[in-house]
């Protein structure tokens, strides 16, 4: 589970299909092309929709049937993703993050829907954050560690593209 219930989805986009990819929840969702949404390969130039809020799963249907008690869909369903002005708990914290994270921290994309505290800059100039700003952090990471960095809440508050420069 990438996404804990303490949350408030100030509402639900839900004019996107998933990709042909399995996605977790608690990722952030960008456009790939037309109506497709998915996790960004690259942070660089992503559009990001918001946080997905059900699992995406390759289901088969001919070994078992549907399991209506979780929150899983078949890859190609329509997604449903938590818009900006929405704050969730998650542990979708990409591990290249260097030291600790703070409340009022500033939240951008890394690639594959991480969420990161690191601004990736332009080759051609440096004062240039090339990577969407998602939102800001409003806990630190929670002491409880297992695979990744723990856990963190975040507000959705999305500044896209080259559009912020180094302070």
Known sequence: MALRPHRYVAGTNND??????????GGVVSVASGQIGSYATEASGAVPLGILLNDIEDLNYFTGKEQLLRSAHDIGSVLAIAIEGSEVETDFLDAAVTGTISAGDPAFLSSSGWITTRPQYSDTDITLIVNPRVGVFLSGDHAVRGVGLGWARVRLQFTLGAEHRRA
């Open 16 to 25: 996107f299909v998933s990709s042909t990819v399995a996605m977790e929840r």
